[in-house]
């Protein structure tokens, strides 16, 4: 098996958020509206080293959108059985039933491409956080949400807009205090003090003592 091209980091957001989905599947598609949302209000507002993708597949395509980041937010629908149609739920790695393209049994489920990713030497996120959100219809074709979960979709976005940016102020913070430190490493020194000169009293012209060293 060939090894993976090298992965340069600096090309690489620290964070992206991922919205999955089937835009044409009712309330399948809210992990969609979600990643879009947030990506609007970062055009007015940027945050840095964020970035949105989507993907319509998961599996595979996970690796390539994800491979060389720091932090991934995922966001699917969740079909689960009597469900609160857009609630919210925080997921694991590897807990992530209900999620369709997370558990794809056909293809490649998120733990899997985590875990193959591993294997090839591709650097992945170290943070996952996967948000879930319950759906009412993901079988009717249609490209519309159903009111609850539409409901859900902007006050989601803003709760990881929030949360992104919190933790860009904590880097810049976490920067400014690295370079700080590291300007004081490179500060020489004060001299080293030489050896002790003992002073001497003289007398001036009129008598009155002075001192020299």
Same mark, same amino acid.
């Given at each position: %098996?060939?090894?993976?091209? #090298?992965?340069?980091?600096?090309?690489?957001?620290?964070?992206?958020?991922?919205?999955?989905?089937?835009?044409?599947?009712?309330?399948?598609?809210?992990?969609?509206?979600?990643? @879009?949302?947030?990506?609007?209000?970062?055009?007015?507002?940027?945050? !840095?080293?964020? @970035?949105?993708?989507?993907?319509?597949?998961?599996?595979?395509?996970?690796?390539?959108?994800?491979?060389?980041?720091?932090?991934?937010?995922?966001?699917?629908?969740?079909?689960?059985?009597?469900?609160?149609?857009?609630?919210? &739920?925080?997921?694991? /790695?590897?807990?992530?039933?209900? *999620? #369709? &393209?997370?558990?794809?049994?056909?293809?490649?489920?998120? +733990?899997?491409?985590?875990?193959?990713? @591993?294997?090839?030497?591709?650097? %992945? +996120?170290?943070?996952?956080?996967?948000?879930?959100? @319950?759906?009412?219809?993901?079988?009717? /074709?249609?490209?519309?949400?159903? !009111?609850?979960?539409?409901?859900?979709?902007?006050?989601?976005?803003?709760?990881?807009?929030?949360?992104?940016?919190?933790?860009?102020? &904590?880097?810049?913070?976490? $920067?400014?205090?690295?370079?700080? $430190?590291? &300007?004081?490493?490179?500060?020489?020194?004060? !001299?080293?003090?030489? +050896?002790?000169? +003992?002073?001497? *009293?003289?007398?001036?012209?009129?008598?009155?003592?002075?001192?020299?060293?």
């Amino acid at each position: %098996m060939p090894h993976p091209a #090298p992965v340069d980091a600096r090309s690489r957001p620290h964070t992206i958020v991922l919205g999955l989905g089937n835009p044409v599947r009712r309330d399948d598609g809210v992990g969609l509206a979600v990643a @879009e949302a947030v990506r609007e209000s970062l055009t007015d507002a940027p945050l !840095p080293g964020v @970035e949105v993708a989507i993907s319509t597949r998961a599996g595979f395509e996970t690796i390539d959108l994800l491979h060389g980041c720091v932090h991934a937010v995922i966001v699917d629908c969740l079909d689960v059985p009597h469900p609160k149609p857009g609630r919210v &739920r925080r997921l694991d /790695l590897n807990a992530v039933a209900g *999620a #369709p &393209r997370l558990v794809d049994a056909h293809g490649l489920s998120l +733990p899997l491409a985590f875990r193959l990713a @591993e294997r090839l030497g591709i650097p %992945m +996120p170290t943070q996952v956080e996967i948000l879930g959100v @319950e759906a009412a219809d993901c079988l009717t /074709l249609g490209e519309t949400l159903t !009111p609850a979960v539409q409901a859900a979709v902007i006050p989601l976005a803003r709760n990881i807009l929030v949360r992104l940016a919190l933790a860009c102020k &904590r880097q810049a913070v976490a $920067r400014k205090a690295a370079s700080h $430190r590291a &300007r004081i490493a490179r500060t020489p020194s004060d !001299p080293p003090v030489g +050896p002790f000169q +003992p002073l001497h *009293a003289t007398r001036t012209h009129d008598g009155a003592p002075a001192v020299r060293g």
